[in-house]
Each structure stands twice: as C-alpha cells, then as structure tokens.
C-alpha cells in the first residue's frame, strides 16, 4: 500500500495543477488553523479561570455548625451545637468512599487583632489547628523543615508551620527560621516548617499568610476541648463528595439530634459542584468551538471533495486505460482515498501548525504585556493534535470516498471510447 | 485458445434496441494473426471488446485458453484482461504523464511484480520495438508510429495468452503502419495469438486469416497467404 510507486503517482497528480491543489488545500488549512485556535482560546479561558480554585483537591467539601431552625426531640429550635472530635470516626464509619476527612479549628481571620508574635514584630494570621491529611486536601509545598505528623497530633507537641507571607513579616531576610519560637495568643510555638502555597486568588499573599499547628495541640492550648470548628472532606476518586453529601450531613443531624428536615443547621460548601458547574460550562464551550470548527472544516472538505471529482473527470480515460491493462478497481479506489487524506493530511499539518504558531504568538504577546484577566496561557494540548489529526484522516476519507466511487462506476469500455 | 459460439449482443438506446452481434461463431487457434474486417458500424469493436472482457455479450459462450468467461465481476476481469490480454488501441491510450518505460511497466505493476524486475522487463520490451533510447520519453514527446510501438510494448510485457488491436494503424500513415505490422508480425512469429480489427485490406493482407463481419454475421472466414511487411519498410 505505501510503496514508492504509489507516492510517486499521487505526488504526480497532486503536482500537475499546483495552484488548483494550494486552493484545495486552503480549505483544509483554514478549517482546521479556526479549529485549533478556538480550542486554544477555550482553554486559555479555562485556564484563567480554574487558576482561582489553586490546586485545592476539588472533590472536597467542608462542612460546620450553625443554630437549629427547628425544634426536635425535646429540643428547642434556635439551638447551637459544635461538631466534636468523635463525629469524625461517625462520617468514616457510616459513609464509605471517603478519603479525607480532616476535623479543623481556626483562629484570628480577615482583619483581626494582633495574635501572632515574634519578638518585637507581631501580626494578625490565620492559625488552623490541622491533621497531617489537610496537605492533600490544601496542597502546598514545604520549603523547609516539615508539615505536621502524627507524633505531634498523639503527643500534642506545640510545633507550627508558618506560610513565607509569616516569615517574611516575622523574621529578618536571613534568620534561620527553624527552632524559633512564636507566640500564638500568648502561647509559644516551636517553628518546625514553612511552606508556600499556590494561591486561590491573585497574588497570594492571603495563601502564605497561615500558620498550621497540630489540632489535638490546638485544642489544649485555646481551650477547644473536643470541640471541631469545621470539617474538610473529601471522596476517593471514583466517587463524588456531592453525591456523598446528603448521607454526611445525615449523619451528623443523627448524631447531634437535629430535625431531619432542618436544612439550615449543618452548613456546607460543595466545592466539586461548584467545580463541575465550571467545568460543564468549559465542555459547552468546547464544544461550540469543536462544532464551528468542524463546520468550517466542512466546507474545506467539500471543496477536497469537489476538485477531486473534477480530477477523476479529467482522468476517466486514464482510468479506462488502468483498467483495460488490469488494475484492479480497488487498487484505483485506494489510489484516489490516498490521495485525498495525503491532501488533507498535508494541508491539516500546516494547519496545525499555522494555528499553534499563532497561540505562540498570542502567548509571547500576553507575556510581555503581563496577566490578563479570566485568560491565561492558551495552549493545544498533544490529545487536540491527536484528535484534529483523526478528524483530518476521517475527513479525507470522506472527501475521497465519492469521487473513488465515481472513478470505477465508469465502465472501462466507456472511458476509453475516444469521442 | 479462443472458442466463441453463438454470441449476441444488444445496445439498448431508449425503447428501441440496435442488434449488432446476430450469433457469432469462430475459433482462434494458438499462433494465429486473425484480421477482423468489415465496414464501419459493422461490430468489429464490438466483437472485439468481448473478447477482451471490457465489454459483455447478451448470450453465447466465450473460452479462453479453457476458461470459460461468463459472469465476470469488476476485480475477476481486471485479474483475466492482465494475465490473458494485451491491448493495442487506435488512438495509442497511453498515459500522458508517465515516460514511454513505466507506461510499459504498467501491466507488470498491476500483476506486483517487482519494481527493479519489472523495469528491467520493460526496457527489453522496449528494446524489442527499437525504442530503447526513447524510455525516459513522455507520450507527447514520441511520433505516432513510435507511440503504437510503446502502446504495442506494454501490450506485450505481461506475456499475455492474445494480443487484441482495434485499428492499430487507423491513425497513422502507411508507411508507419507497415512498420507498426512489420512489428505485429515478429511477435507472431514467436508464436503469439493476435487479433486484429481492421478495415484496411492492405493491412489484413498482411495477416494469415481474415475474418469477414457484415451486418452482425461472418460471411467470410478464410486462410491467406501472409504479405509480409518488411518489403515496405
Ligand atoms: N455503447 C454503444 N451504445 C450504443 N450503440 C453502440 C455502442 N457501441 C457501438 N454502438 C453501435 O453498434 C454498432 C457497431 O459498432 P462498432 O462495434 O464500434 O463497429 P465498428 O468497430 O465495426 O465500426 C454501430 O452502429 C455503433 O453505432
Ligand atoms: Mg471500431
């Protein structure tokens, strides 16, 4: 099928009018350049906007208390409960597929007074008391020391990891960080580690500005008891924290006697489904530009179609003769279905790389005027390439596939009358 | 090597139909230059492409070399026209943008022969019609004469069981088509079956049978005395 002879004769054919075949296979170019492109823009705008989720494992959700909105088993309505440290083991008992299920308490918040200090600098920061999980469901990387282990959650040693934003307030440029002490709420904590984060919005100077202590040490040392102030939870893979979720808060109005139909006392924030909304409003995106994309590729393809029923025409002698000297008509099918996937194929390639030479272009120029907002880094992935490269050996099929049908519906004996 | 009996055949136009073959009857042995003759119209080509399978007839029988030739689809006619037929056309049909070599290498493609045997074949084919040099020639670069050598050429090169013309000097003059039978001949002389569709008596004088067709039937079959073609070249 790929010998010499074969190339060598669609090389001949496709030569022998070249301005007709550069105008065919401009069709293809542009339909598939529109498609890449379209793609590429798409995923900038994804790009752009998922970058606000950071790389918070997405098929979590967090969960805490508020006051009941009804009045159930001797109860008053109005009542405030708190989680406590036992529930955990509860949600794990009775919901399966769950990976993480990570109790956490907080102090201080978004403009809150001083309750950090270091010597003769102090600052306000977010203080969470965290098990060892909460780096997976949180990710951020440790730039030095160590996170939180269990050792220090069994023997509720009073160690913190502080964010490079706490650092960089607390300590002078080059002080060695690590077996220093800080002061949270008058408690001292021993630095063991500092992290950085990748951030949920913008800049990320909120991200870095945490410090992370161990929470059976967290609750000694302010006062939590066995209380839990919140809950991050997150399924395994193969299963969704939104489908999950009914039976989580269900266990836990069980538990802390709460009116089934209650809807208000458990509070939550499904990130998954905010998640999956976005993500849904991408595919559509996608497509749209699939679909327009294609469609332009369409005409192109019609007109691949069109000048090679013209050429067959041209070549119904020819192809009289072939036939008379005994080729098969399979092998003039095939020869006619080569030669339009290699135009198709050819010009797609340029295509391609036309449409990727642009997004580069794109990408220097956002690179050199800076972020743009909602739009980031527009790129084609190799599985696109893959994809537009299938799409174009399809389309060529399907170009070639009428004209070689009209190539040997021509009865040998009436291509080569000569009038 | 050719039996045909009773042959007919019809050409459908609208709601009337033309009968042009009225039951043929004739035998070909191996070895035999046979000249079809009769006047324009009278089926000569006719006959001719079904025995050259481009064509089908209505009714009759048709064996070749022992096949018989009925009910042939597309792909089985190409297999037999390649292994059993050389064609030799009036109007040469060779293909325009491939050199006078791989026009003769064309059959030898279509039977997968290899591609450095089958240029070498081509080219003693070639050699044998004294066009050695012109090998790497394009159609449009060749006279007539040396057009129906190379079209004579590439019938040939598959080594088929019958060479079939149809007006093989039609378009050329007669001193060139004296030299285009004088080539005719030394193939027969090898002991090729030819068939030959003529109107020219001069031309089927230099056969060894002639074969009369008029108003779809032979009225004439009879052996002649061969006029060899070299005198007049
Ligand atoms: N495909 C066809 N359709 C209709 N009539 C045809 C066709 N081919 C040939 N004929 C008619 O059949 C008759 C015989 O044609 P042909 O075999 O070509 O004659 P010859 O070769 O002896 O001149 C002619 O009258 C011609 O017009
Ligand atoms: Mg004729």
Redesign the pocket.
Known sequence: MFNRDRWKEILEVLTSNWFRTVLTAFGVFWGISILIILLSAGKGLENGIKQDFGDIATNTMFMWTRSTTKAYQGLPMGRRFNFKTEDVQSIRDKVPNLRYVSPRNQLGGFRGGNNVVRGLNAGAYNVYGDYPEIINQDPMTVTSGRFINYNDINEKRKVAIIGNGVKNDLYDKDEEVLGTYIKIQGVNFLVVGTYKKKSNNGDGEEGQKEIYVPFSAFSQAFNRGNNVGWMAITAHDGSSISALKESIINVMKTKHKIHPEDQRAVGYFDLYEQYNRVESLFGALKAVAYLVGIMVLLSGIIGVSNIMLIVIKERTKEIGIRRALGEDPWSIKKQILMESIFLTIISGMAGIIFGALFIYAVNALLDSVGPVDMFMNPSVSLGVVVIALIILIVSGLLAGFIPAQSAIKVRPIDALRTD | MIEIKDLHKS?K?GSNS?H?LKGINFSVEEGELVAIM?S???????LLNILGMLDNSDSGEYILDGVPIKNLNETKAAQYRNKFLGFVFQSFNLINYKSALENVALPLYYQKVGRKERLEKSLKYLDQVGLKEWAEHLPSELSGGQKQRVAIARAMAAEPKVLLADEPTGALDSKTSYEVMDLIQKINDQGNTILI?THEPDIADMCKRIVHLKDGVIIEDKKIKQVRAEQYV
């Open positions: 050409y136009m033309l042009v009769g324009s119209g009278s089926g000569k080509s006719t569709v």
